[in-house]
């Protein structure tokens, strides 16, 4: 039995590129094999929570537009309202074939009066999880907490200067922590939602970012402890909702990680909308990552280039799409991350298939971009230019300047006997483009 919320849409096919159904996938088959591997287990896809379920479409200047049966104008009983959710949230899950979820502790369980009562009430949902995800065989991607929302953490949590709502924070990170690992959760994640400042005239910077660095170190041991076998991941954001965040993008992170000696224990969620935000672009967060090692998971919705402001939307554009998966699969595709959707619809989108359809059309690109990724890896059409452009470095001088065989007056003396001197080459990047605007 349904909840009838999708009327008696229970399951999207895959229908093929010429397909016209809106509620059909025409690019993505879960099983399809490519570069010997499903595409399922290839894109790992995740639905998140707060956007689909628990976002009332309300924006700075008018409040709720989504009529949902379990908001609270409509129920009165905040946890049979939290298990109607859960029972539309996996509906969608499994109708979609997403093989992931991803859930804040707030979106799930209702506000309880104290800590106690959350830890309650959020154990009662997660027992209710079990049930679902046993009978849909849905896994979940990650778990994190919401230390953000409620008026407790208006000015922080780990960061917060009053070491109380620090306090509130860990032991809540410390819920979720199990709940994430009681339900076989593959990573957890921190975002820092409010781990900023709004002025620098009230803030003391390093306080906050020793507080920080022993807040992670406390989950990092508390992981450890238990035995908790995934991956925690921290998603950087540059801003918003603080005018500046201390996980600014992923070069930051990485450098505060180093300081709290932290950078072998966490990753990092790459969200494409937060690297618009910090000036760069997906990919260039995506490489940064790669290159100090740290690469964790991504959340795929896009920004609005337009409005400054974190949009998440859903994925359209494949050939952005087509680099970035580029990076993530030439540096050999996903381990414990996946590909999240923290997308949400528009406000107008009020009509209950306009779930289904953003993640169908999100899903379909994803599909195409990672296709055309993944056929760029295995046929080196990018690589062998690198490749070739980086080769000098073999020769055994080039390796000892690197490796520290040589000294500064070393290479002088061998510059000017082998009368070293240097000829330009071209960058290829115009063919390059070309290149990649064949496979997309
Ligand atoms: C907000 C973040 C958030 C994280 C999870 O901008 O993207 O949704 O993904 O807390
Ligand atoms: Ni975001
Ligand atoms: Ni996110």
Redesign the pocket.
């Given at each position: 039995m349904t909840t009838g919320f999708f009327g008696d849409i229970t399951s999207i096919p895959f229908e093929g590129p010429s397909s016209t159904n809106p509620l059909a996938f025409k690019h993505y088959d879960p099983n399809e094999m490519v570069a010997g591997k499903r595409m399922e287990d290839h894109l790992r896809f995740a639905i998140?929570y707060?956007?689909s379920f628990c976002w009332p479409g309300d924006d700075p200047f008018g409040g709720q537009t989504f009529d949902r049966p379990w908001f609270p104008d409509r129920m009165s009983d905040p946890m049979a309202a939290a298990k109607l959710k859960a029972d539309v949230a996996f509906e969608m899950f499994s109708a979609l074939g997403a093989p992931y979820f991803?859930f804040?502790d707030a979106d799930v369980r209702p506000e309880g009066a104290n800590f106690a009562e959350n830890t309650k009430n959020l154990n009662e949902i997660v027992d209710y999880f079990e049930g679902k995800m046993a009978d849909t065989g849905i896994k979940l991607l990650w778990g994190?907490a919401?230390l953000?929302s409620n008026r407790r953490y208006m000015s922080g949590a780990g960061s917060n200067p009053d070491p109380d709502v620090f306090a509130f924070a860990a032991a809540t990170v410390k819920t979720c922590l199990d709940a994430t690992m009681r339900l076989g959760g593959e990573n957890y994640?921190l975002?820092g939602?409010r781990e900023g400042y709004e002025t620098l005239l009230n803030t003391n910077m390093g306080s906050e970012m020793d507080q920080l660095g022993r807040f992670f170190n406390l989950v990092v041991e508390y992981k450890h402890k238990i035995g908790f076998k995934g991956t925690i991941l921290i998603?950087p954001?540059p801003q918003?909702p603080t005018k500046h965040q201390y996980d600014y993008d992923v070069a930051t992170v990485y450098g505060f990680l180093k300081r709290y000696g932290l950078e072998d224990e966490v990753r990092v969620?790459i969200?494409q909308?937060?690297a618009i935000l910090a000036g760069h672009s997906f990919e260039h967060e995506l490489a940064t990552a790669n290159a100090l090692g740290i690469f964790g998971s991504i959340?795929m919705?896009r920004n609005d280039y337009q409005s400054g402001w974190?949009t998440?939307q859903f994925p359209n554009n494949v050939p952005e799409m087509a680099i970035a998966y580029y990076h993530i699969m030439q540096a050999g595709g996903f381990t414990t991350g996946g590909t999240?959707f923290?997308s949400k619809l528009r406000r107008q989108s009020i009509s209950p298939d306009d779930l289904l359809i953003g993640h169908i059309g999100g899903m379909d690109c994803c599909a195409r971009g990672v296709k055309a990724a993944l056929a760029m890896v295995e046929d080196k059409a990018l690589s062998s230019i690198v490749d070739e452009r980086y080769s000098g470095w073999k020769k055994p001088e080039a390796d000892k300047m690197l490796t520290g065989g040589f000294s500064l007056g070393e290479i002088a003396e061998w510059v000017e006997k082998a009368d070293i001197n240097p000829q330009p080459k071209s960058g290829r990047q115009e063919l390059l483009e070309n290149i990649v605007n064949r496979y997309v």
């Open positions: 998140c707060w956007h991803c804040h994190t919401n953000f994640v975002w939602g998603e954001k918003e969620n969200e909308g937060h959340d919705n974190d998440d999240n923290d």
